[in-house]
């Protein structure tokens, strides 16, 4: 999004919640948590790996990095959540 609020764009699209027909609802998955690089690049983020976006087990989610200026996504290690970048390195 812009700094004046406009030109949104979904970047990491997920599914926190489904509902039934008996109006019940589950969690189906852990939201990710989008952590920004050092210079507003790229992110670091969680997400569910599985086709039917039904994790419940940490080494069914991914740690993924986002390049903004690319936007391309990519997969650094499959099992893991909440990732952050190390700036002490």
């Known amino acids: ?16 919640m489904i509902s039934f027909s008996d109006g019940s609802r589950e969690f ?18 969680h997400k569910c790996m599985l086709a039917r976006d039904n994790c419940h087990d940490i080494n069914e989610y991914g740690i ?11 997969l650094i290690i499959e099992g893991g959540m909440n990732p952050s970048w190390n700036y002490y390195k």
């Open 28 to 45: 189906r998955m852990n939201n990710p948590v989008l952590n920004w690089s050092s210079d507003s690049s790229k992110i670091v983020y």
């Open 64 to 74: 993924f990095i986002y390049d903004l200026k690319t936007d391309s996504e990519e």
């Open 1 to 16: 999004m812009d700094v004046n609020g406009e030109n949104d764009e979904m970047v990491v699209p997920y599914k926190s």
